[in-house]
């Protein structure tokens, strides 16, 4: 644990995350536990570095451009006069598996409120372990297909999902996305992210949102491989 510990450290040094009070702690004891659980409830395919470098850091490197984006929608969420007072959107995790990226998320942003949405029950139960044991009170688990979630969202983020192609899914999400909100999503290559919005602007829902979004570059410590993040914006009505 002694050397994930100083690589987790480094990685989160390279991202500008080491003030953040105990996040290292929490991080090493989330990581733990999906190292524990994982045998038996298979959450991801990965264990040791490649869990710390290709899931951990890998949620956690655009945090900057996440908390751009929601400064953004702040300004939406309080012109809307949403219904319990907040003046601060919130984020909603759909098909979140283990918790990736809402669980490193929310410990680094703990003034923000999270909503976990997991379709299978063995996940979601590793999930409210998880908000135990941290323990994470902002955060809330959901056991719900992503389209059924109940809305509206403020800004959907995802990592390691459905493609955007699969139009039926990602319309019924957009429907419960609050004018002004977001998709923020985790994508590999940009060359692939590009390909994959282009055949969207055919779409008479999506072409021109869509012809609008955004593609950003991501370093991830440690890691070789390319990785961007989508951002695609509803107007407000």
């Not at 991202?15 to 959450?43: F, S, V």
């Not at 300004?75 to 984020?91: I, R, Y």
């Not at 590793?126 to 955060?139: A, C, D, G, M, R």
Request: hydrophobic share 45%; net charge neutral.
């Amino acid at each position: 644990m002694n050397e994930l510990r100083s690589l987790l450290e480094r990685g989160l040094f390279s991202l500008e995350l080491h003030g953040h009070g105990q996040a290292l702690e929490t991080l090493l004891r989330y990581i733990q536990e999906i190292e524990t659980w994982n045998p038996t409830y298979g959450l991801v395919n990965a264990s040791g570095q490649d869990l710390v470098i290709k899931h951990i850091l890998d949620s956690l490197a655009p945090w900057r451009m996440l908390e751009a984006l929601l400064a953004e929608c702040d300004q939406a969420v309080a012109g809307n006069a949403v219904q319990d007072g907040s003046k601060n959107s919130t984020l909603t995790d759909i098909g979140t598996g283990a918790g990736l990226p809402g669980i490193p998320l929310s410990i680094i942003m703990p003034s923000r409120r999270f909503m976990l949405v997991e379709r299978m029950g063995k996940r979601t139960t590793f999930l409210e372990s998880q908000k135990t044991i941290l323990p994470l009170h902002n955060v809330e688990i959901i056991e719900s297909q992503a389209e059924r979630a109940r809305g509206p969202h403020d800004i959907v983020i995802f990592r390691a999902f459905r493609p955007f192609s699969e139009l039926k899914l990602f319309k019924s999400i957009w429907k419960n996305l609050r004018p002004g909100g977001a998709f923020f999503a985790y994508k590999g290559k940009p060359f692939n992210a590009k390909l994959e919005l282009a055949g969207m602007v055919v779409d008479p829902v999506f072409a021109a949102p869509f012809s609008k979004a955004e593609i950003h570059d991501v370093w991830v410590p440690f890691l070789e491989e390319e990785r961007c993040v989508v951002i695609v914006r509803k107007p407000l009505l």
